[in-house]
């Protein structure tokens, strides 16, 4: 009888030997193909050690979630982790009519405390009867255990952006075995402990309303500039209303089918082999394949759309400039950088020859969402001036003819920040997996960052801001001193 050393051994042995086989060629090449079931695989073999990191990306956001229930996506995603039917119920019978008995439960609770304000002790009593009858069936950690003995190691699930991230690490020869779990994981999600972790993402989503003061602001923005669309929703105030079972299987259903899925590989491995692994069993889904709504188009206007909101003890104003979605990414990055960032951007560089001291300015990336009509935001607070000239000042600056095109020397170190930033996002295969993962599902039209970013040229950032900045109908969001 061979000792555990020895299998461990002979394990690694056939790891290295599969590795050996791996042509020279693979590494550094991407490879992108779709399963029969419609998953969308991006293989990057790195030629490092036989350990693949895995990340699968699937969209979440106000436009995936139900209005009212921001969130759902991630928390449903969060929750699969605790297992499926088959993995982790001590009884497949009776777990689901459980599950269904807590959501009565707790919809009658909240009936009640609509109606007279207050929560009836029967009623709670009987919302903490269904939830240990509930847990008594399930066991919320089997999944993770069944996926750590694959083995599939740091496993998490987080949000980016608009998208939510799966991530483990496993090494070549569990990968059939961990394909299976997250086809299982896919198929056949129990959603346990749905409400808790409904309402740990709402506490994440309700953050910003606690400490920065710009969130108002900017919730305005998004409500001037997308009016009846599910964008508006993106940085609004999260309410109080409980999913149940059904609704969100169907949200489960929707975000996770196979033709919105990217997986990412990471790792140093052969891609023939892996990926006849991935095709067998990335095979067949049971999802419905539900044709999604059309997207909402963007709201056109001749003239700018502006508001005010009470609140904050200085000045301060949110302006939202419409992108076309056909900008360069690198240098729109550059862009904003030179605009607005750290302490010696353009702006904040003018706005003391305007007569505004003090201020400070912020400009954001395409907001609120990737694949979707999108703004450029700049944002300043603060400021020796009276609230109602900031904002004035502000496009009076970027819309004007005093904008200069920005010198190779200004715009050396913001292409070495964004090099060491891409550099850090691709420090080790699991955080490049995850890079690309997400890229490649929130921005298909752009080539995956397999590189760091090029120089961009100060002629092209200048047009880009002056093409810009000029929008005749910005979005303006002051706020209304006391």
Known sequence: MRRPAEHACLGLAAVLAVVARAPAQDAGQVTTFRTGDGSHFVLLPDGGPPVCHWTVAT?????????????????????SLRGTWHIGSRDATAEPAALLALDQALADLSAASRTDGHEPAALQQAVERARTAAAA???????????????????????????????????????????????ERREQPALRGLHEEFAAVRTLLAAPWRSDPLQPLRAEALALAFPGQALARAADRPGASRPDQTMAAGVWRRTQRPDRSIHVLVGGFAVAPVRAILERAFALTALPNQPLPPPAPPR??????RSTVPGLAQPACVLGFHLAGDEDPNSLATALRWLASGTDGWLLRELPQAGILGATAVATLPWPLPGAPQLLVLEVRGGSVPNERLADTVLRLCAGNTMPVPTATELAPIHAALVAKWEYDSRDGRQFATLLAVQALLRPEQALPIA???????????TLLQTVLRDPAPIVVECKLP
Do not use: I, K, M, N
Request: proline share 13%; hydrophobic share 50%.
């Open 59 to 79: 969209p979440a956001g106000p436009l995936e979630d139900p209005p009212g229930f921001d969130g759902l996506a991630v928390a449903c995603a969060r929750a």
């Open 137 to 183: 069936l399930a066991d919320p950690q089997a999944f993770l255990r069944v996926l750590a003995a694959a083995p599939a190691l740091d496993v998490e699930v987080s949000d980016l952006q608009s998208a939510t991230v799966l991530r483990c690490t496993t090494d070549l020869p569990a990968l059939q075995r961990v394909a299976e779990l997250l086809v």
């Open 452 to 462: 760091p970013p090029a120089p961009a040229s100060p002629a092209a950032v200048a």
């Open 300 to 305: 056109t206007a001749t003239a700018s759309r």
